[in-house]
Nanobody, 124 residues
Framework: QVQLVESGGRLVQAGASLRLSCAAS????????MAWFRQGPGKEREFVAAITRAGISTYYADSVKGRFSISRDNAKNTMYLQMNSLKAEDTAVYYC?????????????????WGQGTQVTVSS
């Protein structure tokens, strides 16, 4: 069983930066593609960013491209999301996800394991 634990979410002002972390249990961290999704108030869960197993390729939603950066430290079994120039519309619960299936990494169905989420609130 894989456990994912997100941290780093909090209340910030628009324009601020924040870094989220996702710590994963288990010895097979490098077997998984990893991603961040988010769900804003009254909205469906949406893709934010993804990173492949070795961290070679990354993918971003258009809404965060140029502002957010996804990375991973396989030695620490941890994934990160650096968020800069935050906007009120970035307010959401952010979830990390892990999966080993082949497929399009922007689709939630590719991922087998999900964290409980961390709240990010951006005040304007």
């Amino acid at each position: 069983q894989v456990q994912l634990v997100e941290s780093g979410g909090r209340l910030v002002q628009a324009g601020a930066s924040l870094r989220l972390s996702c710590a994963a249990s288990g010895r097979t961290f490098t077997s998984w593609n990893m991603a961040w999704f988010r769900q804003g108030p009254g909205k469906e869960r949406e893709f934010v960013a993804a990173i492949t197993r070795a961290g070679i390729s990354t993918y971003y939603a258009d809404s965060v491209k140029g502002r957010f950066s996804i990375s991973r430290d396989n030695a620490k079994n941890t994934m990160y999301l650096q968020m800069n120039s935050l906007k009120a519309e970035d307010t959401a619960v952010y979830y990390c996800a892990a999966g080993a299936k082949f497929g399009i990494l922007t689709y939630s169905t590719v991922y087998d394991y999900w964290g409980q989420g961390t709240q990010v609130t951006v005040s304007s």
